[in-house]
């Protein structure tokens, strides 16, 4: 029986033998790297503790500031989307995660139309850029108002005092409730009409004394009317994008309306869609 011995020189290597030569140098590096990353990953289970407690690496809610708060959002905002997303304790400032979870906790508020940007910084500190919703009426429901912005979205209306909703037209006329909770769309085309009205009209109204929208029982498309204190009336038409063939646009009413604010008398009802 012939006995076969180590391969010569020049016969070729096959099977696993012929797999680890030549892949021996590429298996050392991955050997090398894998040793490498262990030790790395026992570095870091042995001082982790260390650097997440050094106070520059741990974000407190004391150094998160909000830029873009607006003046009619209550100044504990911030307080609340913290403690409500379980984020006011100290955040590792290491976590990959984080801006991205402070992020969707702001843009989750009520009042909070969209994020602009989070901004974290060593030692540990965070800048959140928001964009505040704003109010543009208060819809007349049973047991209160419940404040809107010009999109029809429902806004926390536990921040308004009595006062402070009296600043912001009455809409009134509306028999629907909201759909969801604050910070989502009333869900009734008639509230978001409305809120498209008042936000077209914007400060106007207080000048004229305004105090009440409504929409009118007649016509198509639908109108619109303000009421003053002393009961007179102002036709305001179809709603921003209603408008019938004909009516004046938007910019032309409004126009009308400013120059109502200056004149010395007025008429116990005024139309707006009509010629002057």
């Not at 997303?85 to 100290?90: F, I, N, P, Y």
């Not at 989750?108 to 994020?115: A, L, N």
Request: hydrophobic share 45%; glycine share 10%; net charge negative.
């Amino acid at each position: 029986m012939t006995q076969r011995g180590r391969p010569e020189a020049d016969e070729p290597v096959t099977g696993l033998r012929a797999f680890i030569a030549a892949r021996r140098a590429g298996l050392g590096t991955l050997v090398v790297l894998g040793a490498a990353a262990m030790g790395g990953w026992a570095l870091w289970e042995r001082f982790a503790a260390d650097v997440r407690s050094d106070p520059a690496a741990v974000l407190l809610p004391e150094a998160v500031s909000v830029k873009g708060l607006a003046p009619w959002v209550r100044d504990d905002l911030k307080d609340v989307v913290l403690h409500d997303a379980s984020l006011d304790g100290g955040l590792p400032l290491d976590d990959p995660e984080l801006a991205g979870r402070i992020e969707r906790a702001f843009g989750m508020h009520p009042w909070i139309r969209d994020v602009v940007a989070v901004t974290l910084r060593h030692p540990a500190a965070a800048e959140v850029e928001v964009r505040c919703r704003e109010p543009v009426g208060m819809v007349a429901v049973p047991g209160g108002l419940l404040a809107i912005d010009a999109e029809g979205v429902v806004l926390p209306s536990e921040d308004f005092t009595s006062e402070s909703a009296a600043a912001y037209p009455r809409i009134s006329g509306i028999r629907s409730s909201p759909v969801g909770v604050a910070g989502s769309r009333w869900g009734d085309a008639l509230v978001h009409e409305a809120a498209a009205v008042a936000a077209a009209v914007g400060p106007e109204w207080r000048d004229l004394g305004l105090r009440d929208l409504r929409p009118t029982e007649d016509g198509t498309p639908r109108g619109w009317e303000f009421v003053d204190a002393s009961g007179r009336v102002i036709h305001f038409g179809s709603a921003p994008g209603h408008e019938a063939d004909g009516e004046p646009s938007i910019a032309v009413k409004v126009g009308r309306l400013r120059a109502l604010a200056t004149a010395d008398d007025r008429a116990e009802r005024t139309d707006l869609t009509s010629p002057p």
